[in-house]
């Protein structure tokens, strides 16, 4: 094998438009498995809307999405989910008064289907539980995992966010700003856990804040008015003249 | 304590914590025989007591839909009036066996349930009140214009019932009614504690907290919300059976608007999502009723409006809700 890896997701000349407005075009991206990408651009550049229609919460105007080579651009958010492809919110979308544990074992219990069985009690699933409780362990949730969601520090809301993603076990993992509102030294502690993820788990975030971006990010998309700017490693995105003009220019404090 | 368990915990408190949750507690027992007495210290209420298994019952369909998985209806009385005709029309037609019939009656709801499910799952807020209230008002007046069948407004007057297992008669004083009454809504609650502590009752209460996260964790949730409907419709169906049998006559006034509406205020009162608010909210309106139209039949419903905001003002989450936050108070500081 070559250093050309499976790819994971693929989009083809992805486009939407809001009224007359392009938010997405011609957007044409390649997850290989195992990578960890970032996609950066400045706000309004449509990142969220290209997450939004890659897992489904918007439908496309024109274009494709493969996962696994099979296209699931017809497929709703949840059959998405079901094949692997799973996303994390920028606001908080969690269960308020869920336990981390309950939460996490519905996500479980979902992937598993047995989350339709009224006849026996949720006891009787063991195995969704202890897979449910060893995932909160691995991302330093153990102890939070029995309290209601609504109690929790936010940074600890933040970490059920991805959780609740992991339990469904995904191939693909679009996290939308998962630092988002998290004071700067605990998001790296927070990348330091998605960094730990599983490495045949494909990863996009979006994070502005650049120094995490060259840290964590093997590649970078950076994506201008709905369409991909520049494809490269961190340090060729680093020199670009046009991102500097385009995004870095802007408002980017270091 | 709860922080020292939380700091050492692992797998096994993680499981026996989920398990907890689902414990029967001593006052629940205290509760159920409590709902014996009326057999020895109020004898003379006995009719009234079946009333009031009726509705509990017909609150606790409304429960689980509306408390356990957001639903809100103001159409319910459909599937308690469906349930009522269905039993009467097969005691009607010969058959007046009860358990046969409440199975029929069941079944019958549910199937309706079902049906409309498919319109209920794809709206809310507004929607779903105006298609809940409409359904009910149709189903009204489709049995209004069907006069043929359901008597129209001069009601049907029902067979009376054959003894419970071929052996207890229905007596004047209301004796059996009530052990069957009782019964039925003891076994219902008994699923109904079993389906919200299941996986399932967990997703319901998922699609209550967010259901715009539902999706995203692979939950194709219109599914869960058609299937609790339908059991709900279906719940909803026997309580009208059980009208129909113990009262041996069925008016129009098992599909009115007013009792969809009466049982969203019982809920209210008694506290939603918990089940035992269905029973509690259930035993209050119709005890206040019994009481208050003896002093004054004209105004009676002045008081349940009045009692209504005392509670949805001071005490959110109903009257169990209330009381919970005080025995709990010391727990959860």
């Known amino acids: 094998m070559t250093d050309q890896k499976e790819i994971v997701l693929r989009t083809d000349s992805l486009s939407k438009k809001f009224g007359a407005l392009q938010v997405t075009n011609a957007v044409r991206l390649a997850l290989p498995r195992g990578c960890r990408y970032a996609l950066i651009g400045p706000n309004g550049a449509g990142k969220t809307t290209l997450i939004n229609l890659i897992t489904g919460q918007l439908k496309p ?107 469904t076990k995904p191939r693909v993992l679009l996290l939308d700003e998962p630092a988002a509102g998290v004071p700067k030294d605990e998001s790296a502690a927070l990348f330091e856990v998605i960094a730990a993820l599983p490495s045949d788990i494909s990863v996009l975030f979006i994070e502005h804040d650049m120094d995490i971006v060259f840290k964590f990010a093997s590649r970078i998309i950076v994506l201008v008015a709905g369409g991909v700017l520049l494809e490269a490693d961190p340090e060729e995105v680093r020199t670009d003249q046009r991102v500097r003009e385009v995004y870095l220019g802007k408002g980017h404090h270091v | 304590m709860n922080q020292a368990m939380s700091a050492n915990a692992n797998v096994d408190t993680a499981r026996q914590w989920l398990k907890r949750q689902s414990r029967w507690s001593p006052f629940e027992i205290v509760f159920w025989l409590a709902l014996l007495l009326p057999f020895f210290l109020f004898p003379t209420y006995l009719p009234l007591a079946s009333q009031i298994a009726i509705a509990a019952l017909f609150a606790l369909s409304v429960d689980l ?52 499910s498919f319109m209920i799952v794809r709206v809310q807020h507004l929607a779903l009140l105006m298609i809940t209230l409409g359904l009910g008002v149709l189903t ?92 709900s419709a279906a719940m909803a169906g026997l309580a009208g059976a059980l009208l129909a049998q113990t009262t041996s006559t069925v008016a129009l006034d098992v599909l009115s608007f007013t009792r969809s509406a009466d049982v969203i205020v019982m809920l209210v009162l008694g506290g939603t999502g918990r089940l035992y608010g269905a029973i509690v909210g259930a035993i209050i309106f119709l005890v206040a009723r019994d009481q208050l139209a003896g002093i004054n039949p004209q105004y009676w419903y002045f008081w349940i409006g009045l009692l209504l905001m005392v509670v949805v003002l001071f005490m959110p989450k109903g009257i169990l809700g209330f009381l919970s936050r005080l025995a709990g108070r010391r727990d959860n500081d």
């Open chain 1, 61 to 167: 105007d024109s274009g494709s999405i493969f996962l696994g080579g099979d296209d699931i651009t017809g497929k709703s958010v949840s059959a998405r989910v079901r094949a692997g492809l799973t996303r994390t919110f920028q606001i908080n979308t969690l269960f308020p008064d869920l336990t981390p544990l309950e939460a996490v074992t519905l996500a479980v219990c979902e992937r598993e289907g047995k989350a339709g069985q009224f006849w026996q009690p949720l006891s009787a699933h063991g195995a969704a539980i202890d897979e449910a409780f060893e995932t909160l362990k691995s991302i330093g949730l153990a102890a939070a995992a029995t309290r209601p969601t609504r109690t929790l520090p936010y940074g600890q809301q933040r970490l059920l966010e991805i959780a609740l993603a992991l339990a």
């Open chain 2, 140 to 231: 009204l007046e489709l049995a209004n214009a069907m006069s043929w069948l359901t008597g129209g407004t001069d009601g049907l007057r029902v067979p009376r019932t054959w003894p419970i297992f071929n052996y207890f008669r229905f007596d004047l004083w209301g004796y059996t009614s009530y052990g069957y009454t009782l019964a039925v809504l003891f076994i219902c609650f008994l699923l109904s504690r079993l389906l919200v502590n299941s996986s399932f009752g967990l997703a319901l209460r998922g699609i209550r907290e967010n259901v715009k996260r539902m999706p995203a964790i692979g939950s194709d949730h219109h599914r869960h919300l058609q299937k609790i409907y339908t059991i």
């Open chain 2, 65 to 116: 839909i509306l408390g356990y998985a957001g639903i809100i209806t103001l159409g319910h009385a459909m599937f308690f009036g469906l349930g009522a005709y269905a039993a009467a029309l097969l005691a009607k037609a010969g058959w007046s066996e009860p358990l046969t019939g409440l199975l029929f009656a069941g079944v019958f709801a549910g199937l309706i349930g079902f049906i409309t």
